[in-house]
């Protein structure tokens, strides 16, 4: 049975090509359109994620630092400085946020983990354990 044929033109000449080859053709440009759709959704999420982030850090430094004094009064100076320099911290790790985009931060992340691949996978372990625990929660209501 002859495969039905179609035709390309280019530069003026006629390419003849099996209509399975064109399809393929097709279904591979597609392919690569919708990767590229989520690769964008997938950027735009994670710079979200990162500006959400770095202001909650911003936030939890500045509640840490305004409890300082609290600590001072009901522990102890000594306990007050800890806390101040837990808001120090926390206000750099913020800061570092922020000023890093996210091609950067992925590859803090790479380095992270290759040099440190026991902590990484605990770290991991964690976060899942809490999102697990946030997302039974949420499932209970």
Not at 110 to 129: E, L, M, Q, W, Y
């Amino acid at each position: 049975m002859p495969s039905k044929k179609s035709t390309d033109k280019q530069d003026g000449d006629v390419a003849v090509m099996d209509a399975p080859e064109a399809t393929t053709r097709g279904w591979r440009e597609q392919a690569g359109d919708f990767a590229d759709q989520a690769k964008d959704a997938a950027r735009s999420g994670a710079t979200s994620a990162k500006n959400v982030t770095g202001e909650a850090l911003h936030g939890l430094s500045k509640l840490i630092a305004d409890t300082a004094a609290t600590v001072d009064d009901k522990l102890g100076p000594q306990y007050g400085d800890y806390a101040r320099k837990a808001a120090e911290a926390v206000s750099g790790a913020a800061k570092s946020l922020d000023d890093k985009d996210l091609d950067q931060l992925a590859e803090d992340a790479r380095n992270f983990v290759r040099k440190s691949p026991a902590v990484a996978i605990g770290a991991a372990a964690i976060v899942g354990f809490v999102l697990m625990r946030m997302m039974r929660g949420s499932s209970d209501d």
